[in-house]
């Protein structure tokens, strides 16, 4: 069983869905855009650009290692 937790909720599934994550992402969007980062309601923060790009190609880099067998290095941010 998954438990998402935090100060201000908590959350039991038997599995997570993509319509859940979809819908926490943008409860969690919302809150930022409306809140702004210090006055927000929860203590998840949305995905910035860099860590968008720094998340692809660690997937990219496994994806690549599973093909090859082989360690793939990571190029500096």
Known sequence: MLQ???P???IRHERVN???AILQMWAAFCDELVHGDAGMKQSFTS???DE???CHAIFAAALESQRSG???KLGPR
Do not use: C, E
């Open 8 to 10: 201000d909720f908590h």
């Open 70 to 72: 082989a360690t793939v």
């Open 4 to 6: 998402l937790s935090s």
């Open 18 to 20: 993509y319509a859940d």
């Open 47 to 49: 995905a910035t650009p």
């Open 52 to 54: 968008t790009r720094q």
